[in-house]
T-cell receptor
Framework: EAGVAQSPRYKIIEKRQSVAFWCNPI?????LYWYQQILGQGPKLLIQFQNNGVVDDSQLPKDRFSAERLKGVDSTLKIQPAKLEDSAVYLC????????????FGQGTRLTVV | AQKVTQAQTEISVVEKEDVTLDCVYE???????LFWYKQPPSGELVFLIRRNSFDEQNEISGRYSWNFQKSTSSFNFTITASQVVDSAVYFC????????????????FGTGTQLKVEL
């Protein structure tokens, strides 16, 4: 079974530029999460999708961050414009949908904003 | 609101020592799930175990064991005879089920405990 795929693995941009991350979850997984993990901290949930609908985006800075999951499969997370404090690893995870299953994580995208 | 607290920021042990990582959680739900994940230097979060709120039996898997105590809202993780390869950041996580609101499967992580196992 293929795991959660994310790209790119690394990205360096200047502040005020835009950036997009892509995630391909495990086939058949209804739930998809985007987490932000700042160095030395635990993953912080940005947005959660159930199929192609948003379940929770309460911690997503909506003035600059956006995410979509068209057709309930792949997802993209965009930051526009980026700030220095957005430097972090962005983790995508997927889950089968049953509440007792574990989430599987991708390797993450390490973003550096300079 | 759900919350996970891992008070130990960093633990250093010598190889072969036993070590316990603490996890305390808060939730209003009566049905919930607890997880432990390992994050090695490569960065990927690796699932270790899940537990549901109705099962307080302790679990052992090789050198790993977990102690779930609902009375103290704790889900502690013990590594017996630690090895250098155990060096990683370990995260405890909580998943609630918002039956009334229709949402669900929100997964909240603690801040993690950095474990360093030295020779």
């Amino acid at each position: 079974e293929a795991g959660v795929a994310q790209s790119p693995r690394y990205k360096i941009i200047e502040k005020r530029q835009s950036v997009a991350f892509w995630c391909n979850p495990i086939s058949g997984h209804a739930t998809l999460y985007w987490y932000q993990q700042i160095l030395g901290q635990g993953p912080k949930l940005l947005i959660q999708f159930q199929n192609n609908g948003v379940v929770d985006d309460s911690q997503l800075p909506k003035d600059r961050f956006s995410a979509e999951r068209l057709k309930g499969v792949d997802s993209t997370l965009k930051i526009q414009p980026a700030k220095l404090e957005d430097s972090a690893v962005y983790l995508c995870a997927s889950r089968a949908g049953s509440r007792n299953t574990e989430a599987f994580f991708g390797q993450g995208t390490r973003l550096t904003v300079v | 609101a759900q919350k996970v607290t891992q008070a130990q920021t960093e633990i250093s042990v010598v190889e072969k020592e036993d070590v316990t990582l603490d996890c305390v959680y808060e939730t209003r739900d009566t049905t919930y799930y607890l997880f432990w994940y390992k994050q090695p230097p490569s960065g990927e979060l690796v699932f270790l175990i899940r537990r549901n709120s109705f099962d307080e039996q302790n679990e052992i898997s090789g050198r790993y064991s977990w102690n779930f105590q609902k009375s103290t809202s704790s889900f502690n993780f013990t590594i017996t005879a630690s090895q250098v390869v155990d060096s990683a950041v370990y995260f405890c996580a909580l998943s609630e089920v918002f039956i009334l609101t229709g949402g669900g499967n929100k997964l909240t992580f603690g801040t993690g405990t950095q474990l360093k196992v030295e020779l």
